[in-house]
């Protein structure tokens, strides 16, 4: 069984910074690729950067890509996400995901985390 703990989620200013990190547990870390999503309001979750299984690729949706950064400590099993120039559009509940696959992909896996929530202010 695969267990993901995010942390790090809070209020910021627009302008400022957070870092996400997600714990796992279990020894097929370092196997597969992982994932960010997020969720605003009376919106569907959605893709937000994903890191192959040894942290050499990574992906990012457009409206993050210059202002967020994904990796990963396979030894420590966890991902983080580095979260700049945040902007009120940011707001959402953010997921850590395990993904099925090994390389980058946008398609989320079984796994989930529960969730930490980012909100920015204006």
């Known amino acids: 069984q695969v267990q993901l703990v995010e942390s790090g989620g809070g209020l910021v200013q627009a302008g400022g910074s957070l870092r996400l990190s997600c714990a796992a547990s279990?020894?097929?870390?370092?196997?597969?690729?992982m994932g960010w999503f997020r969720q605003a309001p009376g919106k569907e979750r959605e893709f937000v950067a994903t890191?192959?299984?040894?942290?050499?690729?990574?992906y990012y949706r457009d409206s993050v890509k210059g202002r967020f950064t994904i990796s990963r400590d396979n030894a420590k099993n966890t991902v983080y996400l580095q979260m700049n120039s945040l902007e009120p559009e940011d707001t959402a509940v953010y997921y850590c995901?395990?993904?099925?696959?090994?390389?980058?992909?946008?398609?989320?896996?079984?796994?989930w985390g529960q969730g930490t929530q980012v909100t920015v202010s204006s």
């Open positions: 995901n395990r993904q099925a696959i090994s390389q980058t992909t946008t398609t989320p896996g079984p796994y």
């Open positions: 279990g020894r097929t870390f370092s196997t597969y690729a």
């Open positions: 890191i192959n299984w040894s942290g050499t690729s990574t």
